[in-house]
Each structure stands twice: as structure tokens, then as C-alpha cells.
């Protein structure tokens, strides 16, 4: 008994309701969610409620009119996104960190596998024997805490100035290719550099960064006031799946004396298929790597890692001093209750205080299917992608715009019946988002739109890789009849 209106226990009962009405939803029999939006919109879009309706029927709710209409990223043909939607292990630890453990921090069992998961991420990966992690949110954060690391490394090590103290007053460079990601520029913007920072490097016919070019443009920079804070390649571009040549762009930034930072948060775990590896070398060059378990682990959204080989300087890029409310927490080996000690301080090494205990998550992942598993996983998908790409060039309407190289294959439909290919596809894609069965996105790639499906997703089989391309040459064929 309590005194707190809102129901705090009885989880076993409303969870195993929830799954039923979850599995439910995992069937995908549902129509997509527009289809009804007049429907949910007038159920849930009601005005502040003065009192509530207690847990059963706002259950009731839940299961009637919200769940119904959620989106499809986790059916099997979602392949748009990058993420994913979450294995079932991944959601259920979700659920027990937010229950047992809702904050990361003081000495806990999440605590200490928010290290353990982070150290086997990074040797299932291969990364530097002495780099250590940090969970965030995703993506986007994650590049602002690695880019953090490097405005400090770089101000401290040319000017002897600590930035996240003085600030920034000099105009700085950060060299990418045009096909990364456009949070790099957001972390650019974010992080005081300005987007203007952003240094485009050309990249050859598969999207990947020209070692030449670099070359050049970092001569062209020497004698300039522009201070290099990193070198940014990319390991799966979000387009084409493009591995920029990492070992040719480490020696560079070495030679340069330039923090090296590789964007992994989708190809990452593409050193794991052994047809791939060796487009990996060169990654023990990096200062850091990011990666996102929200896209081929299947962790549910809100899950991304930043690896640097000195996490002191993250400290030193982000910590904020200890609060008075936290003073006095002990850090020495007597603690005797897992509130003698914040545990290891990942609040001082990124942008988040509060935050999840994320590595429950992960290392739950991990434990269930293995690296076998997931290397299992990545040779799959990027066997589909190669497989979408042969019958492409095996019929004579389809074309391939941009050979495989991870998981995403970029393809179009091609006919001398419809003069503007880039219209026709466009409204292939369409018609196939409407369908609900297969949805891919789209890419422009050297001004060809192509359909492009990236295959991450655990419930993603043989099946939708097949059905997808029968699906778009049924399709166009249907258009170019309509149009004569």
C-alpha cells in the first residue's frame, strides 16, 4: 500500500497483457496506422484529463489504440532505416533496467555491465586493445562526444589551451566526404566549430573518401590559421553503405598529426563477415569509433557508443565537478551498498547526467545469440544485399546504381517507355510504401534516385530480399501500363 495514486507494482500481470498485445503486433495483420489516424487521432487526442482512469483502462488503451496503430519499422520488409525494431531480449532488458535500475550510476550489477558490454563490443570489433566506451543515446551524440574528445586533444596538444574551459577562438577545420553523416555537421554546430568547419573531401565512383584529395587539401591547409581538429571516414556510409579506405586515411591523420575518427554507427559490425573484413584494416588507426547497437545488435532505439583510447580526456572535455547533493559518495574499495559509490563516473565523460542503464541492453544481446550470432546476422543480410543486386543485373528492366558493399543495395527500374527515370522510381517507392509489405527508401546517388533497401533487421529473412524485387518489377511494369 502507498499513498501515490499510480500503480507501482503488479508488473508480472500488466506485462504479460502488454506482451500479449505486443505479440499481437508482431504479426503485422494490422493495416498501416494512417489508414486509421482518424480513428486514433479522436481516441487518444483528448483534452488534460482532471482525473485520471486507472491502469486498467488506460491498458486497455494501450492495447486498443496505440499499439494497433504504431509504425512498421519492425515488420520483416521495413529495410528504410537503419534502425531496427528490437529483438525481444533487447526489449525486456530494456525493462528491467528501467525498473531495477532506472539511472547508470552507483554499484549495481547495470553498472558494472555497462563496462562489461562496452569491453566486448570492443573486442568483438576489433578495435584498439586500449580503447574504452561510453553508451549515449545514439548516433548524434555519440559524434559529439568523440568530436569533444578531439577539440580537446587537438587545443591542448597545438595551443596548450583547454577549450572546454576558455573556449574556442580560433577558425578550425574537420575533413569528411560529402556522404557522411549529416549529424557530423550537426556536432560541428554544436561543439562551437560552426558548420563552415566542415572540410568536403571528394570521394571516387563508390562514395568513398579520394586519400588524394585529403592529401591535397591538408597541404592546401598548412599554411593557413585553420586549426585540423580531425579527420572523419566513414565505415557504411547511410546511402550506399561505403567504406571509406581507412588505413590509407589513418596514416594520413598519423603522418598529420590529426585525431582519426571513424563513423561506424551502422557498418561497424561489418568486420565480423569475413568477405568484408579486410576493408577494416587500418582501424587500429583510429583515435575513435562510434557505433549504434540500435541498428544491427537490435537493441531498441536510444542505444549508441563512443570508443576513445583515452577516456581521461573525455573527462576532461565534459566533466562538470561534482554537485553538492553528491558530495561525500565513497569511491574506494570499502563500499558496502551500491550507494557508497557512483560507480564508474560515465557522467563526466559525455553530455548526459541522468541517462539509462544502457549496457544491460547490450551485453543481454550478446549473451543470447553470441558473436557467432551476430556475425551470423551480417553475413546474412549482406549476402541479401549482393543477392538484390543479382537479379538486378539478371533482368532487363532493372539496373544496379551502386554495387553492394555491407548490407544496402541501391537498384532501379529502367524502361524506354518513361522518359524521367528518377520520376518512375520515385513513384515505384510510393506505391510500395503504400503497399506495407516491402519498404525500402530511396538514395540519390550522382543524380540517379535509386530504391534502396539497407537489410539490418533480425526478422528480416531471404523472403524479403526476394519478394522486394519481385514486388518493384511488378510494380513498374503496373505504372508504365497505367501510363499507355
Known amino acids: 500500500m502507498h499513498d501515490d495514486k499510480a500503480e507501482c507494482g503488479n508488473l508480472a500481470t500488466l506485462l504479460q497483457q502488454l506482451g500479449q498485445d505486443l505479440d499481437k503486433y508482431l504479426r503485422f495483420e494490422h493495416p498501416d496506422a494512417m489508414l486509421n489516424a482518424s480513428n486514433w487521432r479522436n481516441a487518444l487526442g483528448r483534452s488534460l484529463p482532471e482525473d485520471g482512469i ?280 570499502t563500499a558496502q551498498h551500491s550507494m557508497d559509490s557512483l560507480g564508474i563516473p560515465y557522467c563526466d565523460f559525455g553530455v548526459e547526467l541522468s541517462a539509462p542503464s544502457r549496457g544491460a541492453v547490450v551485453w543481454a544481446l550478446i549473451r543470447e545469440i553470441g558473436k557467432t550470432g551476430i556475425r551470423e546476422r551480417v553475413c546474412r543480410h549482406n549476402a541479401m544485399a549482393k543477392y538484390v543486386a543479382e537479379r538486378a543485373r539478371a533482368h532487363p528492366n532493372l539496373e544496379v546504381v551502386q554495387e553492394p558493399t555491407l548490407s544496402i543495395c541501391c537498384f532501379r527500374y529502367v524502361s524506354n517507355e518513361w522518359e524521367n527515370l528518377n520520376e518512375l522510381n520515385t513513384r515505384i517507392h510510393r506505391q510500395l510504401v503504400h503497399n506495407n509489405r516491402n519498404i525500402p527508401s530511396t538514395a540519390v546517388i550522382n543524380g540517379t534516385l535509386a530504391i534502396r533497401p539497407c537489410f539490418v533487421g533480425a526478422r528480416t529473412s531471404w523472403q524479403q530480399a526476394n519478394d522486394l524485387v519481385d514486388e518493384v518489377i511488378a510494380t513498374g511494369r503496373q505504372l508504365i501500363e497505367q501510363k499507355t
Not at 488503451?61 to 534502425?83: A, K, M, Q, V, Y
Not at 566486448?120 to 586500449?130: D, G, H, I, K, V
Open 54 to 333: 486507472g491502469i486498467d483502462n488506460v491498458m486497455a488503451e494501450i492495447g486498443r489504440d496505440l499499439i494497433p496503430n504504431g509504425g512498421p519499422i519492425s515488420s520483416p520488409g521495413f529495410t528504410s532505416f537503419i534502425t531496427t525494431g528490437a529483438t525481444s531480449i533487447g526489449t525486456l532488458a530494456n525493462v528491467a533496467s528501467a525498473v531495477a535500475a532506472p539511472q547508470r550510476m552507483s554499484l549495481t550489477a547495470f553498472n558494472f555491465l555497462e563496462e562489461l558490454s562496452l569491453q566486448w563490443m570492443a573486442e568483438m570489433f576489433e578495435l584498439p586493445s586500449n580503447m574504452q566506451g561510453l553508451y549515449s543515446s545514439g548516433g548524434s551524440v555519440a559524434n559529439i562526444v568523440a568530436l569533444g574528445a578531439a577539440r580537446q586533444h587537438t587545443f591542448e596538444q597545438r595551443l596548450g589551451i583547454d577549450p572546454a574551459q576558455e573556449g574556442i577562438s580560433h577558425p578550425c577545420r574537420i575533413y569528411t566526404t560529402e556522404a557522411s553523416h549529416h549529424t557530423i555537421h550537426r556536432a560541428a554546430a554544436v561543439l562551437g566549430f560552426g558548420r563552415n568547419a566542415i572540410t568536403t573531401i571528394a570521394s571516387d565512383a563508390l562514395g568513398r573518401m579520394s586519400p588524394q584529395a585529403l592529401k591535397k587539401q591538408l597541404e592546401t591547409d598548412i599554411d593557413t590559421s585553420f586549426i585540423p581538429i580531425a579527420i572523419v571516414a566513414t565505415a557504411g556510409t547511410t546511402s550506399t553503405g561505403a567504406i571509406d579506405p581507412l588505413k590509407e586515411i589513418g596514416e594520413i591523420a598519423r603522418e598529420h598529426s590529426i585525431w582519426f575518427h571513424i563513423d561506424g554507427a551502422y557498418g561497424l559490425p561489418g568486420i565480423l563477415d569475413p568477405k568484408t573484413r579486410p576493408l577494416y584494416e587500418g582501424l587500429s588507426l583510429a583515435d575513435s569509433v562510434i557505433v549504434d547497437p540500435h541498428k544491427w545488435l537490435g537493441a531498441p532505439v536510444g542505444i549508441g557508443a563512443t570508443f576513445v583510447r583515452d577516456r581521461n580526456i573525455l573527462n576532461r572535455a565534459f566533466t562538470q565537478g561534482a554537485s553538492d547533493y553528491l558530495e561525500g559518495s565513497m569511491t574506494d574499495n
